[in-house]
């Protein structure tokens, strides 16, 4: 089984400029995460996905950044205009929807996009 | 708001060593989830502990659920430098009574063990 594919794996760009990142989930997993990770520290969730649709944005700084699916399935995650703070991975994760089949939500994470923010 | 403590943040070891981290919290989580995250990769899930009191084993990595449920630890029996790695705690977050399958994180810890 495939894993989580996320791209590109590393991205510099100066402050101001846009950046945008690619996720494709495992196959059929339904629910779509874009976690933060700051150096060293634990990943904070940007925005959750239930199909195409959005769960939770509760945390995604929306005057810069977006993030859609389109058809359920790949995402993007984009950041306009990038700060320095945004220096970052940002991770990609999916899972199956909460229920017997996944009672504890169980993620699997892509290796994430590493982001330097000059 | 339900956070997660782990401790110590870093961890810095000689191989053969035995090590325990600890993840806790204030508040009752239904399960909690271990990850491990290599330099470079994504978290990969270890282990989730469901029960109060529960061990479970992997090798030479132990983990344990509290009785109360509101704390963990992971016990590394003889590390290697195969171990290195940012080690997370992940609970599931409950929303407004309805759980939508949102995990909190804790700020994990790094072990780094030296050959």
């Known amino acids: 089984e495939a894993g989580v594919a996320q791209s590109p794996r590393y991205k510099i760009i100066e402050k101001r400029q846009s950046v945008a990142f690619w996720c494709n989930p495992i196959s059929g997993h339904a629910t779509l995460y874009w976690y933060q990770q700051i150096l060293g520290q634990g990943p904070k969730l940007l925005i959750q996905f239930q199909n195409n649709g959005v769960v939770d944005d509760s945390q995604l700084p929306k005057d810069r950044f977006s993030a859609e699916r389109l058809k359920g399935v790949d995402s993007t995650l984009k950041i306009q205009p990038a700060k320095l703070e945004d220096s970052a991975v940002y991770l990609c994760?999916?899972?199956?929807?909460?229920?017997?089949?996944?009672?504890?939500?169980?993620?699997?994470f892509g290796p994430g996009t590493r982001l330097t923010v000059l | 708001t339900q956070l997660l403590e782990q401790s110590p943040q870093f961890l810095s070891i000689q191989e053969g060593e035995n090590l325990t981290v600890y993840c806790n919290s204030s508040?009752?989580?239904?399960?909690l989830q271990w990850y491990r995250q290599e330099p470079g990769e994504g978290p990969v899930l270890l282990v989730t502990v469901v029960t109060g009191g529960e061990v479970k084993k992997l090798k030479r990595l132990t983990f344990q659920f509290g009785d109360a449920r509101k704390d963990s630890s992971l016990h590394i029996t003889a590390a290697q430098p195969g171990d290195t790695g940012l080690y997370l705690c992940a609970g599931p977050k409950i929303l407004s009574g309805t759980s939508y399958g949102k995990l909190t994180f804790g700020q994990g810890t790094i072990l780094t063990v030296h050959p």
């Open positions: 994760a999916s899972s199956k929807a909460p229920s017997s089949d996944n009672p504890y939500n169980e993620q699997f």
């Open positions: 508040s009752v989580f239904s399960s």
